[in-house]
């Protein structure tokens, strides 16, 4: 209860539960929608996901300060990969902020002389360069501990006395695949943070790589991938020891 309190007083926390609200709304609309009879419900279910994506806006305002600090942050990162991802990463998260806002000002009616497309198209631009930076910091963490858990494996191997053994090529790019898959589950085993922080990126590319018309997906696929997002962001907010600190 005490942790349930904790979140719900935060922005984020706040923000993520209106997200997770916003996508479930999505994936059941879309999941509804060919069923005969079920247009009462597909409405209700579209007008509250737009009243969420309007209120999760005013969550959203303080976030360029937030962007600009992390910013600051990752500069200081001792790792340089780290550093040149996340400091590009929060510097279209900060643009990504502003175009965010200025939609926002057009919204409600203070500005509407704003184009709105131009704006948007600017928005979901900076946000797919953020998520990238994001993932590819993501993927050089995952080479690391890869890396330790191929080493820790060797010096486990080189401890026991085996006879060699002949291997087919087959064979041998089959224990290939398996080791690689191995290592990659070990390796996210150990750092759950990391895998958090891999899969909620990976699932929020979604969103931008269809409004560029890079890859188009269905409605479903974006809200089951902002609802998988939005869980991982509420654990993170909830658990703040499940975020993947800068090295």
């Known amino acids: 209860m005490d942790t349930f309190i904790r979140f719900t007083n935060q922005t984020q926390g706040r923000d993520r539960l209106f997200r997770a ?23 209700k279910l579209k ?20 962007a ?27 643009l990504y902020f502003i175009c965010d806002t200025v939609l926002w000002v057009r919204s409600v009616g203070l500005a509407s002389g704003i184009n709105k497309e131009k704006w ?16 590819a910091r993501d993927l050089y963490e995952l080479s690391l501990q890869m890396e330790q858990a191929a080493r820790d494996r060797a010096r486990a191997e ?16 089959t224990e290939w ?8 589950f070990r390796s996210l085993k150990k750092q759950p943070p990391l895998l958090l922080d891999t899969v ?9 790589l269809d409004q560029l018309g890079i890859y188009k997906f269905n409605p479903g696929i974006i809200g089951l991938g902002g609802l998988v997002s939005s869980i991982a962001g509420i654990v993170v907010v909830a658990y703040p020891q499940m975020k ?3 090295r």
């Open 21 to 43: 609200t916003q996508y479930t709304c999505m994936l059941l609309r879309y999941l509804l929608e060919p069923k005969a009879g079920k247009e009462k419900v597909v409405l």
């Open 47 to 66: 007008k509250l996901e737009t009243s969420v994506s309007t209120g999760r806006k005013w969550f959203r305002l303080g976030n360029v300060v937030h």
């Open 68 to 94: 600009v600090q992390a910013t600051q942050e990752s500069i200081h990162a001792t790792d340089l990969v780290p550093r040149v991802c996340l400091t590009l990463a929060n510097v279209n998260r900060v």
């Open 120 to 135: 948007r198209m600017w928005a979901a631009r900076h946000y797919y360069y953020c998520l990238l930076l994001s993932l």
């Open 158 to 173: 080189q401890s026991l006395s085996q006879e060699p053994h002949g291997y087919s090529v087959a064979d041998e790019e």
């Open 177 to 184: 695949l398996q080791s690689f898959l191995l290592l990659l």
């Open 200 to 208: 909620k990126n990976f699932c929020d590319l979604l969103n931008p």
């Open 244 to 246: 993947l600190r800068v």
